[in-house]
């Protein structure tokens, strides 16, 4: 393994793994302020929020000054403390940033080497226990694992499709490649003919006991189709009316 200095590759990596860490603000931009607070959990910033509660950004510029001298590039680290605080801060590794490594840590580094798997495929796994908290059943059917393991390299293309028939179900209308309409409930995906309390209802749903199955659809995204549902039933109510 060979070790790198290089500020720019250290900035990249950086923001890269603090948006993966959700620490972004307007444009998706890493937010020194998320990233002080992570570095100093006893000492929160906190902005102003929508009761006029906290301090504007600019009252924050002296104290962030070196997180964001970070994330542009204008300098490492000054002091091993902080550099060993900062992997803290962010669960990783510090070779992530001097190195080629891809992952953010040695053990998800050899897991893809031997397998393949993207990080967040790796990651999909490693919390599944967290997926079957949400999903009962989810420890008895393999092929609700595989929808983890797929979900990185097909989550575009799968999930359009689930969204154009979950835009059917609430239409109620057969997609042209079907012969017949399913709808959604507590009981999962099943078909229309079988189900009629949904009938001119739009589709309803209990996050708590709905789980889907990759033979009834293409693969799904667990923490994005709550919402999606949501939104296509907005929309429904508001066609409707």
Sequence with gaps: ???????????QKLCDLM?????????????????YNAFYPHDQLQIIDQNGNGF????????TRKF????????YPKTITDMLQLCNALNCDLDYFFTDMNCTTHD???????????ENAISNLISINTYNKYFPGCNDD????????????????????LLDLLVSFCRFTVPDESNQLYTVDSNGITGFQYHKSL??????????????????????????IWDAIQQLKETYKKNKT
């Design 108 to 118: 998800l580094q050899f897991i893809q080497d031997k397998t393949g798997l993207s």
């Design 199 to 224: 009938s001119g209802k739009g589709i309803s749903y209990n996050p708590l006991q709905v789980h889907f199955h990759i033979q009834d659809m293409d693969s799904m995204y667990y923490l994005k």
């Design 142 to 161: 393999k092929l609700a694992l595989l929808n983890l393991i797929l979900q990185d390299s097909h989550e575009k293309e799968a999930f359009s499709s």
């Design 1 to 11: 393994m060979k070790y790198v200095s290089d500020l720019q590759i250290f900035s």
């Design 19 to 35: 948006k993966k860490r959700g620490m972004t603000y307007k444009n998706n931009q890493p937010d020194p302020i998320l990233l």
């Design 56 to 63: 504007g950004r600019s009252e924050y510029t002296e104290k």
């Design 68 to 75: 964001d001298n970070w994330i542009k590039g204008k300098s």
